[in-house]
T-cell receptor, first 113, second 113 residues
Framework: TQLLEQSPQFLSIQEGENLTVYCNSSSVFSSLQWYRQEPGEGPVLLVTVVTGGEVKKLKRLTFQFGDARKDSSLHITAAQPGDTGLYLCAGAQSGGSNYKLTFGKGTLLTVNP | KAGVTQTPRYLIKTRGQQVTLSCSPISGHRSVSWYQQTPGQGLQFLFEYFSETQRNKGNFPGRFSGRQFSNSRSEMNVSTLELGDSALYLC????????????FGSGTRLTVV
């Protein structure tokens, strides 16, 4: 069972459209991070959210952390071809020696010109 | 500042051989984590080191091992390679706290034939 469920798994849209990607879990996280990965490269950190209910904006990207710190969403406004990539959410848990970052399987976004 | 450096970028090995991958973290980062990425399973956590101590380990067989040196550089070793070990191996460094994001290297693409 995947600790973090991302949906949708694949998304293909036209330039200018809006979209939302979801990241859900039954576990509580100390923080939730979003990454974007392009082919042949490692993931690149977009944002870290820490407080339940927190909303962060990064240009056309809006990230929200659920009140219970179990889920998160990423909303992109007016998507552009440069937004194409694999979007990954990752939850951080810590308990003494049990620190680790667990990743969802990702949402592969394709924005067509 | 320099990013996370992983060497080699590409590697082809034969079943039964062993392999050592190297990771140089960002200067000042004491935490190094390793992940295996495959199309079917996404990013799977291997282990995390902090100041030369392994703090956490994922659900991989004992053939997968790692270590961290006093300068925070890390290596991972896979012995008795199997075809299923073919994957992108990613290293990430961070300051170590649950609210600190990861900086990933570009990965080592391992192909086992």
């Amino acid at each position: 069972t995947q600790l973090l469920e991302q949906s949708p798994q694949f998304l293909s849209i036209q330039e200018g459209e809006n979209l939302t990607v979801y990241c859900n879990s039954s576990s509580v996280f100390s923080s939730l991070q979003w990454y974007r990965q392009e082919p042949g490269e490692g993931p690149v950190l977009l944002v870290t959210v820490v407080t339940g209910g927190e909303v962060k904006k990064l240009k056309r990207l809006t990230f929200q952390f659920g009140d219970a710190r179990k889920d998160s969403s990423l909303h992109i406004t007016a998507a552009q071809p440069g937004d194409t990539g694999l979007y990954l959410c990752a939850g951080a848990q810590s308990g003494g020696s049990n620190y680790k970052l667990t990743f969802g399987k990702g949402t592969l976004l394709t924005v067509n010109p | 500042k320099a990013g996370v450096t992983q060497t080699p970028r590409y590697l082809i090995k034969t079943r039964g051989q062993q392999v050592t991958l190297s990771c140089s973290p960002i200067s000042g980062h004491r935490s190094v984590s390793w992940y295996q990425q495959t199309p079917g399973q996404g990013l799977q956590f291997l282990f995390e080191y902090f100041s030369e101590t392994q703090r956490n380990k994922g659900n991989f067989p004992g053939r997968f091992s790692g270590r961290q040196f006093s300068n925070s550089r890390s290596e991972m070793n896979v012995s008795t390679l199997e075809l299923g070990d073919s994957a992108l191996y990613l290293c990430a460094s961070s300051l170590g706290g649950v609210t600190n994001g990861y900086t990933f290297g570009s990965g080592t693409r391992l192909t086992v034939v």
